[in-house]
């Protein structure tokens, strides 16, 4: 099972704050999924990157996917207490089927 | 659409007991998962099926058993539950595989006591 590797485990900030997270790997992925969770719901999809160095913007969220396709990071400009949940990378074998995510970041954003 | 359904959504049950979790999808999905999510490990996958009649063994498969008989449904067995279990259960499904966006029920609480 290759494993993915978030950082930071946790991270508490004020609205307004611009933060990264990470996720990374010494495994190649075919793609990269992040997913939001919110208390009590299943995971979300925001977006999938499968090319090396892609760059893909929603609205304030910058993903970013690594020229080797090992890693991957997700920058939130001027967060919202909205952006509050746990991301989650995942990440599936080009010769399989199973998807495997790492363990997530959670985010908390206050007023 | 309803997307993927899960039921129950919560459920206690004594050790020893059995069960059936119940996942159902509308979307004409090919490939189905169970994950168990626990708190500081993350979602791990206990079983997937790529198709009716085909599943596969994920990263924690003891302790459960799955089938596929219909394209919507993939349940999830405990044939003797164990403390050890007590977790948040989802399903999820996707067009072909892992390397597909994959849509995720609301998921099942369970507790084991």
């Known amino acids: 099972t290759q494993l993915l590797e978030q950082s930071p485990q946790f991270l508490s900030i004020q609205e307004g704050e611009n933060l990264t997270v990470y996720c990374n790997s010494s495994?190649?992925?075919?793609?990269l999924q992040w997913y939001r969770q919110e208390p009590g719901e299943g995971p979300v999809l925001l977006v999938t990157?499968?090319?090396?160095?892609e760059v893909k913007k929603l609205k304030r969220l910058t993903f970013q996917f690594g020229d080797a396709r090992k890693d991957s990071s997700l920058h939130i400009t001027a967060a919202q207490p909205g952006d509050t949940g746990l991301y989650l990378c995942?990440?599936?074998?080009?010769?399989?089927?199973?998807?495997?995510f790492g363990k997530g970041t959670s985010l908390l954003v206050t007023p | 659409n309803a997307g993927v359904t899960q039921t129950p959504k919560f459920q206690v049950l004594k050790t020893g007991q059995s069960m059936t979790l119940q996942c159902a999808q509308d979307?004409?999905?090919?490939?189905m998962s169970w994950y168990r999510q626990d708190p500081g490990m993350g979602l791990r996958l206990i079983h997937y099926?790529?198709?009716?009649?085909?599943?596969d063994q994920g990263e924690v498969p003891n302790g459960y058993n799955v089938s596929r008989s219909t394209t919507e449904d993939f349940p999830l067995r405990l044939l003797s539950a164990a403390p050890s279990q007590t977790s948040v259960y989802f399903c999820?499904?996707?067009?072909?595989?892992?390397?597909?966006?994959?849509?995720f029920g609301d998921g099942t609480r369970l507790s084991i006591l």
């Open positions: 999820a499904s996707s067009y072909t595989g892992g390397s597909q966006p994959q849509h």
């Open positions: 495994s190649v992925f075919s793609s």
């Open positions: 990157v499968v090319t090396g160095g």
């Open positions: 995942a990440a599936g074998k080009r010769s399989g089927y199973a998807l495997n």
């Open positions: 979307m004409n999905h090919e490939y």
């Open positions: 099926s790529v198709g009716a009649g085909i599943t």
